[in-house]
C-alpha cells in the first residue's frame, strides 16, 4: 500500500444528505466512487452530484483520484483524512475493462524478488497512465485478441482482475519491457516451472496470442533452464522467419541463432540463478 502526502485540514462536517451517500456507498463495501455512484445513490441530475462530490473533497471526505473518480476517507483516517488503499484497487478504474499485468502480475504471483513501484494495468479500451499518490499506473493498450488469460482476485474483499501466472508468462515474453527484461522473465520460468505452471497452457496462449517472437523467447529460455514444453515441436513449428531480438531493453547486437530465430544478444551465462 502506497502512502500519500494530503494537507493538514481538518475535515469539515457533513450535512445529512452528503452523511446519507458516504453511509450508503461505504455499506455496499465501495472504496473507490464516480460521479455516476452518487448520481445514482441520490437520484439526482449530473451537475448537481459533481457539486457534491467538489464539496466533499474540499471538507476532506473525498480523494479526488482522476477526473470523476474519487476515494472515500473513511472515518477510521481521523480529523487530518490521511488515507489510501491498495493500488491495484484504484487500477481497477484507471480503464475499463482491465487486469493487472506484467510486472505487477510476476510481483502478485510471486516470481520476482523485485517490487515494481509502477502498476501495469492492460486493457482494450483507450485509457491514459496517470500518476496518483505517487504511484505510476502504466497502461499498456492491446487488441482485443490479447486481452484475455486473466482471473478474478479478491484485494482486500474487492474483485480486481489479474493475469493468471501462465498468461503473465507469456505477455512477460510479448514484452520483457514491461516486466525488467529477459532475466526476470528466466528468474520467472524458473519459479514457475518450481510450482507446477501448466506449460500446456502456456502453450495454448502462445497460440492464441500469435506473436513470433513471444514464442521464441519461451521456447529459448524453456530449453535454457530444462522445461519440458509438452508442446515445443508444435511452438518451434510456428516460428516466424525474421530474427527477433532475445531482449529488447538491451542493445541491437550480438549473433543470430538459426535454430530459434532470435538475435541472441545477452549472454545465457547470465540468466543463471545468482548465488545467495
Known amino acids: 500500500m502506497s502512502s500519500i502526502d494530503q494537507t493538514e485540514t481538518i475535515r469539515k462536517g457533513l ?14 463495501g465501495h472504496q473507490i466512487i464516480s460521479v455516476d455512484d452518487i448520481e ?25 483520484l482522476f477526473p470523476g473518480t474519487y476515494l472515500i476517507i473513511p472515518l477510521t483516517a481521523g480529523e487530518k483524512g490521511v488515507y489510501t ?5 484504484i487500477a481497477a478504474h484507471v480503464a475499463t475493462p482491465m487486469y493487472i499485468g506484467y510486472y505487477s502480475a510476476l510481483s502478485h504471483h510471486g516470481l ?21 499518490h505517487g504511484v505510476p499506473y502504466r497502461v499498456t493498450t492491446v487488441t482485443e485478441r490479447k486481452f484475455f488469460g486473466f482471473e478474478p482476485t479478491s484485494i482486500e ?8 501466472l501462465e498468461k503473465t508468462l507469456v505477455d512477460c515474453a510479448d514484452h520483457p519491457e514491461f516486466a525488467g ?17 501448466a506449460w500446456d497452457t502456456v502453450g495454448e496462449y502462445l497460440e492464441q496470442l500469435d506473436n513470433g ?3 521464441k523467447r519461451i521456447v529459448y529460455l524453456a530449453d535454457q533452464l ?51
Open 15 to 28: 450535512s445529512t444528505r452528503e452523511s446519507r451517500l458516504l453511509s450508503r456507498l461505504a455499506g455496499a
Open 181 to 197: 527484461g529477459l532475466r526476470e522473465l528466466a528468474t520467472a520460468m524458473r519459479t514457475a516451472d518450481q510450482r507446477g505452471c
Open 226 to 276: 530444462g522445461i519440458n514444453l509438452p508442446t515445443r515441436e508444435a511452438l518451434v513449428e510456428s516460428f516466424t522467419s525474421g530474427y527477433s531480438l532475445l531482449d529488447p531493453t538491451q542493445p541491437d547486437a550480438g549473433s543470430n541463432n538459426s535454430t530459434y530465430r532470435l538475435q541472441i544478444n545477452v549472454e545465457p551465462a547470465t540468466l543463471e540463478p545468482t548465488e545467495a
Open 213 to 215: 517472437a513471444a514464442t
Open 157 to 164: 474483499g474487492t474483485t480486481v482482475q489479474v493475469s493468471d
Open 40 to 64: 445514482t445513490t441520490l437520484e439526482i441530475p449530473p451537475n448537481t452530484a459533481r457539486e457534491i462530490a467538489s464539496r466533499l473533497t474540499e471538507k476532506g471526505w473525498l480523494d479526488r
Open 85 to 89: 488503499t491498495h493500488e491495484y484497487l
Open 112 to 132: 520476482t524478488d523485485q517490487v515494481p513501484r509502477t502498476v501495469y494495468v492492460v486493457t482494450p479500451a483507450r485509457a491514459q497512465s496517470r500518476e496518483i
